[in-house]
């Protein structure tokens, strides 16, 4: 039996428990197409482009082991990429209405795709563009808006601003899409308040429609998602024209500013190569000027070094006169002094004959009375003065020859 997970067009991803398969259940999975399996609460696997049995039962060896088969469930989801709208209003701080609709193209993966089982364990089991919106929106609103706020009207249309938006809402979302197992392929603004509101009424009516087996519901669910889906590229590629024309004024402005840029760049470099040759002169004037100074410097200070070496000379020579001058009069000094001093010599030789001769004949005296008095007092008298003449002889021959 061939069983068909989505019959809606708007279904992104579709939780089922093992008995809302039919037995034998076989399907068909194209490439964007996933199926999730758990057994018993636990992920087992994902599959993508392959035929298979959807809940296949255990074999009679298994069952001779004990075996049996386990609580399945599955989650099927397609990769898309799928259409989110994200409606964004406010106020900008000059004033002017910000109103315009992000479209963000996002994408399940096979290695994404187990992460979808967030949605039925907060129990969402059908996931729907309006089910993403809703996670979505609150950070995506709030991030756009927060650049948006400080911009003009016209600065919101234009190619930065809309590039700076994507980048802050993808950012925002980060953490979101990794949780839900969503991937980020792209985006753009509708600046278009109608176009915006139709576009979204439009998937309501679609994510609205409940399909029945008559054909005529059918064919207004396929007339619908078509209609859905032709005004999603209609206004993509409005916008992308949009962006298109101010790329193509902006880079015509560039244009026209690289030109005067250029213009006023070569005039810039001709008057800096003037400059830097009359720099160039005048660095040369100067060097030649530093080099002749330096040279007369130079020869001046040649010439007070010869000059400097002559009265060094010459202030030597009297130096040197001088000097031989002060030595004659120093030897003259010491040759009248030697003079003195020998005639002090003789005249002292003679005091000391003298007083020996004198000191003799009282010498002579003094022992006759000591040798011939019978008197004792006398003779020790004697002897006595003997003592004190012999000692004053001796203290004056010892400082006789003293220099002075």
């Known amino acids: 039996m061939h069983f068909r997970w989505r019959t809606n067009p708007t279904v992104i991803a579709h939780y089922m428990n093992d008995a809302q398969v039919p037995r034998q259940a076989e399907v068909t999975l194209k490439p964007n197409e996933v199926c999730v399996v758990l057994e018993d609460g636990k992920i087992v696997g994902s599959v993508s482009q ?69 949605f039925p364990a907060k129990g969402t089991m059908t996931v729907q563009a309006k089910d993403i919106a809703e996670l979505l929106s609150p950070a995506a609103s709030a991030a756009a808006l927060q650049h948006l706020r400080s911009m003009d009207a016209t600065t919101m249309r234009t190619v930065q601003a809309n590039d700076d938006v994507m980048y802050a809402v993808k950012t925002a979302l980060r953490a979101n899409l990794d949780d839900y197992g969503l991937a980020f392929r792209g985006g ?49 590629v409005n916008a992308r024209m949009a962006l298109a024309g101010v790329q193509a004024k902006e880079a015509a402005e560039l244009k026209l500013e690289l030109d005067r ?86 005249q002292e030789q003679q005091r000391l004959e003298q007083h020996a001769k004198g000191s003799q004949s009282t010498i002579a005296v003094l022992e006759d009375i000591a040798a011939s008095s019978d008197d004792p007092a006398v003779k020790l008298e004697a002897l006595k003065q003997l003592a004190e003449l012999r000692k004053a002889d001796v203290a004056g021959q010892k400082d006789a020859y003293k220099d002075d």
């Not at 009679?60 to 469930?73: A, I």
């Not at 900008?92 to 979808?116: F, H, Q, Y």
């Not at 003037?274 to 200070?301: F, G, I, M």
Request: proline share 2%; charged share 30%.
């Open 188 to 236: 753009f603004m509708t600046w278009s308040s109608t176009a915006a509101e139709q576009q979204l009424q439009h998937q309501n009516d679609l994510e609205r429609l409940q399909l029945s087996k008559d054909i005529e519901s059918d064919k207004h669910a396929l007339e619908l998602d078509h209609l859905v889906k032709t005004e999603q590229r209609k206004h993509e």
């Open 50 to 118: 392959t035929h298979m049995e959807v809940s296949p039962q255990i074999g009679l060896f298994g069952k001779l082991f004990g075996r049996s088969n386990p609580v399945r469930s599955f989650m099927f989801a397609f990769t898309g990429p799928h259409a989110v709208l994200v409606q964004v209003r406010g106020t900008a701080a000059n004033g002017d209405e910000i109103n315009c609709l992000i479209t963000l193209k996002l994408e399940v993966t096979r290695e994404t795709a187990p992460r979808l089982i967030t």
């Open 261 to 346: 840029l250029k213009g006023a760049g070569e005039y810039t470099l001709q008057k800096w190569h003037q400059q830097q040759e009359l720099r160039n002169q005048q660095a040369a004037a100067s060097r030649d000027e530093a080099v002749k100074n330096a040279q007369t410097d130079v020869e001046l200070a040649k010439l007070e070094a010869d000059r400097q070496k002559a009265l060094a000379s010459v202030a030597q020579e009297a130096e040197g006169q001088k000097m031989d001058k002060a030595m004659e009069m120093f030897e003259q000094v010491q040759a009248r002094k030697r003079e003195r001093m020998r005639l002090q010599n003789e």
